[in-house]
């Protein structure tokens, strides 16, 4: 893999063979591109990141060309039963996938053109310019491209060193739980696929998902707690029972189960880069801005994001000589692009304030939305496919 290291000379490098950098170097290497992709870890660890793919993200992959592969590796479901005080609200009839994250790592890297090189290395330095990036790799070399794209997600050490702050929007914004569950006294759960929402905003809970994927039954948990109450200790060393105390409802919509792993757990921060507009390096994924998971949008923001980079940016970044920041910046500034990174942040304001914030104007929120919520299931059942005609009248232009 890395022999020769010295004399390669690419379009594009990509540092990170995450989620983000993977797709990219994908997109770039089925155009044409000389592609370069770098990471660290031969086989993504597994580590806790989003488990379902679903709603918008669907349609991105299957735009990218990357569905197909998505769904092989993954486990589908078409309907997700959504709960809250232990009654049925409504259904969310639609196709998600379950999949851990280092499966869809593993999977988009297997998509990968046989013309993509791709290294195993750490990347210790990067030297940036207007026309040449070199990219030096732990012990092995340096490669030079016209393009790096840094992919690295939320790790800090090549964006400090190149200079691009972070700015925390929201520190330690959420706390995210996963674990494996598996029924008791059945031999399998009647819903495949549930949400309980949270009960109370005191709770601090705002939903628990239960999805089939990798083989098992994973729950995500999504709270915004802080990682010091000792609700967290209490969950996490006796988690069945604290979930069905803090749920009571649970037990009844999804019937008896039991933990069968580890607890992981996931603090966030909401945090974006600054002062981005540099020769020769564009930031993409996490490594530009971080998401909240119960949002669950960081996702259709990397992809957005992939989309609008390798599709519209870099053709025509490549198309004349140079790569300064004003060319750059125009990736940034690009309208779809924006519009998602502040959708992002404004859906994760949203999620919190309406699991935990407790003034009138956010209790009339939750009790119209839920209310609203039932009363559309109600209308779907008396009439099956009148709230489907009443939507697509309105989403007709006049
Ligand atoms: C708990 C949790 C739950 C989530 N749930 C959802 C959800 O339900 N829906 C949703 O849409 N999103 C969700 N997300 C967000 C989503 O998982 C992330 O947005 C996405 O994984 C980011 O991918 P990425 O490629 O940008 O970063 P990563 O996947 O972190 O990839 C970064 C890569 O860079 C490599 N790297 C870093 N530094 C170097 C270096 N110096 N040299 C070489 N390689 C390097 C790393 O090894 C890694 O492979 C969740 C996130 C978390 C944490």
Known sequence: MTAGLQAEDYDIAIVGAGLSGTIAATVLGRAGYRVVLIDRHEAFPPEFRVEKIGGDQVEKFRRLGLLDAVAEAAMRFDEIVNIRRGRLLDRTRATHYGILYDELVRAMRAELPSSVRLVFGQVGDLATGPERQQVTIGKQGVVSARLVVLATGMGDVLRSRLGIEREVIHARQSLTFGFNLQPVGAPAFAR???????ERPADGIDYLNIFPAGGTTRANLF??????????????????????????????????????DRVQMWLQDLAV???????????????????????????SRLLTDIERLCLV????????????AEKIARFYADPQKRAMDDHVLALARYRRNLTIDTSPAWRLQRQVLYTRRR???????????????????KARPA
């Open 192 to 198: 495949p696929a549930l949400t309980h929402y949270g």
């Open 223 to 260: 709270t915004f707690r802080e990682h010091t109450d000792p609700w967290v200790k209490a969950f996490r060393q006796a988690p069945r029972r604290v979930l069905a105390e803090t749920l009571p409802g649970l037990l009844d919509a999804l019937g008896d189960f039991e933990i069968t």
């Open 273 to 299: 880069a600054r002062g981005v507009e540099r020769d020769g390096v564009v930031l993409i994924g996490d490594a530009f801005q971080t998401s909240c998971p119960a949002a669950g949008t960081g996702v």
């Open 313 to 324: 940016h870099i053709p025509q970044w490549l198309a004349s000589p140079g790569m300064s």
């Open 375 to 393: 009363l559309i299931d109600r209308l779907d059942r008396v009439s099956p496919g009148l709230v489907a005609r009443l939507r697509s009248l």
